[in-house]
C-alpha cells in the first residue's frame, strides 16, 4: 500500500488551466477505474470533486475535469479562480478492499 | 442533509487505547461502505479502514492492521474504530467517510474530524 505520487505543488493564473498529476501501479491506478480527486482547504474536511476518473458529483463546476492514461490519472482545472486555491489528494481502489491516497498537491492561484 | 459527527479523539499515551465514534444522519447509514482517514499534523490523507453495509466485512491499511478495528452498529447509525497499541506516529485528525452506493472508491461525505494525539 505505498502511497499514489502527486506532485507537491502546482500554480497557476486567474482564468488559465493546470493538470495535477497523480501515478500509481497496475495494482491501483491502473488496474481500475475507481480515481477520485478531493479538495482540501485547511483546517476542513475534504471535499469529493472528481470519482471513477471522470465523474463530477453535483455542485462541482465544470471547470474540474479527471482523465487517466496507464498508471497515472490526472485533475485539470480549467478557468483557474481564486478559490481553487487549495490542496488536491488523488485516491484509488487498491484491491482486496484497501484504499490508497496520494501525497497531496497544493495548488496555488498566483 | 447528510451529517457525520466524530468523536472520541484526545490524549492518549504510548501503548493506550482509544475508541472513536462517528454518529450518522441524513441518510440510510446501513445501506453504505464506511470508512475512516486520518490526517498526521501537516500530512496528507491516508487511508485507515472500511468496513461494508452490514459489519461483516473489514479492511485496513498495513500500518494499522492487528491494532485497530472497525465496526458499526446500523442500529444507532454509528460508526466505531478500536485502537489500541497506539504509537505516537498514530498522532492526527481521524476523519469517518462515507461511499458513494454507486461509486464505493468514492467518499463523498466526510465528518469534520477528531484529533487524537499519542504523547507521553
Known amino acids: 500500500q505505498s502511497a499514489l505520487t502527486q506532485p507537491p505543488s502546482a500554480s497557476g493564473s486567474p482564468g488559465q488551466s493546470v493538470t495535477i498529476s497523480c501515478t500509481g501501479t497496475?495494482?491501483?491506478?491502473?488496474?481500475?477505474?475507481?480515481v477520485s480527486w478531493y479538495q482540501q482547504y485547511p483546517g476542513k474536511a475534504p471535499k469529493l470533486m472528481i470519482y471513477e476518473v471522470t465523474k463530477r458529483p453535483s455542485g462541482v463546476p465544470d471547470r474540474f475535469s479527471g482523465s487517466k492514461s496507464g498508471n497515472t490519472a490526472s485533475l485539470t482545472v480549467s478557468g483557474l479562480q481564486a478559490e481553487d486555491e487549495a490542496d488536491y489528494y488523488c485516491?484509488?481502489?487498491?484491491?482486496?478492499?484497501?484504499?490508497?491516497f496520494g501525497g497531496g498537491t497544493k495548488l496555488t492561484v498566483l | 442533509e447528510v451529517q457525520l459527527v466524530e468523536s472520541g479523539g484526545g490524549l492518549v499515551q504510548p501503548g493506550g487505547s482509544l475508541r472513536l465514534s462517528c454518529a450518522a444522519s441524513?441518510?440510510?447509514?446501513?445501506?453504505?461502505?464506511m470508512h475512516w482517514v486520518r490526517q498526521g499534523p501537516g500530512k496528507g490523507l491516508v487511508w485507515v479502514s472500511r468496513t461494508n453495509d452490514d459489519g461483516r466485512s473489514t479492511s485496513y491499511g498495513d500500518s494499522v492492521k492487528g491494532r485497530f478495528t472497525i465496526s458499526r452498529d446500523n442500529a444507532k447509525n454509528t460508526l466505531y474504530l478500536q485502537m489500541n497499541s497506539l504509537r505516537v506516529e498514530d498522532t492526527a485528525v481521524y476523519y469517518c467517510?462515507?461511499?458513494?452506493?454507486?461509486?464505493?472508491?468514492?467518499?463523498?461525505?466526510w465528518g469534520r474530524g477528531t484529533l487524537v494525539t499519542v504523547s507521553s
Open positions: 497496475s495494482s491501483d491506478v491502473g488496474g481500475y477505474n475507481s
Open positions: 467517510a462515507r461511499a458513494l452506493s454507486s461509486a464505493k472508491s468514492a467518499f463523498d461525505s
Open positions: 441524513g441518510f440510510t447509514f446501513s445501506t453504505h461502505w
Open positions: 485516491s484509488s481502489y487498491a484491491g482486496s478492499n484497501n484504499f490508497v
